[in-house]
């Protein structure tokens, strides 16, 4: 994949092995990959380097991931994952030290614009943590809708599950993520 996406203050393209210090550096932390399912804290240069690789063999129909550069620099990781046809998973994460100015929402209608417009994506869907109120704040704020409770999901981090819940974009309601990839703080 060879995509570069970019919006008022970001570079989104895909992450390359030269970037593994810098996301180790924005990324291995407790705060931030405790709110994810798979990623284990901590991860380590060899974890970073090992995903990076792996998606840089991404199916680029089912899969998309990009790292998020503000000023050239990797502060972050964006992507969608196809959870079945036509549906796919959003899943982002930044570092803590970026946080609060509006990133991972200029960032997130940018990815979504782009799985409706080149993927063909039917329905963009994202599990969160019950807890994590920031997260589902940038979903509201992408244009999602909330779609309730699911199963609890496993945090690598925490080692254990966890409420979770659901939202959901549909194609019909794109123009949202349109509007979040273009606001500024
Ligand atoms: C959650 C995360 C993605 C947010 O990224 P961000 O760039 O700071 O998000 P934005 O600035 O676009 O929006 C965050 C919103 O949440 C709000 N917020 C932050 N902390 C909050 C809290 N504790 N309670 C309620 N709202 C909160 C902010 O005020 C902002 O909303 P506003 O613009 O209406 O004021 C980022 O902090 C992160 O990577 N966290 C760790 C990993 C993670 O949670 N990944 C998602 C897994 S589903």
Redesign the pocket.
């Known amino acids: 994949m060879s995509v570069r996406l970019t919006t008022p203050r970001l570079v989104l393209r895909p992450p390359v092995l030269a970037d593994a210090q810098a996301l180790v550096a924005a990324?291995d932390h407790r705060?931030?990959?405790?709110?994810?399912e798979s990623w284990a804290y901590p991860s380590g240069a060899g974890v970073f380097r090992a995903r990076i690789e792996g998606f840089a063999r991404q199916d680029p129909r089912h899969d998309a991931t990009f790292a998020i550069c503000r000023s050239g620099v990797p502060v972050?990781l964006i992507g969608l994952h196809r959870r079945k046809r036509r549906v796919f998973g959003l899943?982002?994460?930044?570092?803590?030290r970026?946080?609060?100015?509006?990133?991972?929402?200029?960032?997130?209608g940018a990815v979504c614009a782009y799985g409706f417009e080149r993927m063909k994506a039917e329905a963009i869907v994202?599990?969160?943590?019950t807890d994590?109120?920031?997260?589902?704040?940038?979903l509201e704020?992408t244009g999602f809708d909330f779609r309730g409770e699911v199963a609890p999901g496993w945090s690598a981090t925490r080692r254990a599950n966890f409420p979770r819940v659901e939202y959901a974009l549909e194609r019909a309601q794109k123009a949202a993520c349109y509007k979040a990839s273009e606001r500024s703080?």
């Open positions: 990324l705060s931030v990959l405790r709110e994810t972050g899943g982002y994460m930044l570092s803590p970026y946080a609060g100015r509006g990133l991972v929402t200029e960032a997130a994202a599990n969160v943590f994590n109120l920031a997260s589902r704040r940038v704020k703080a």
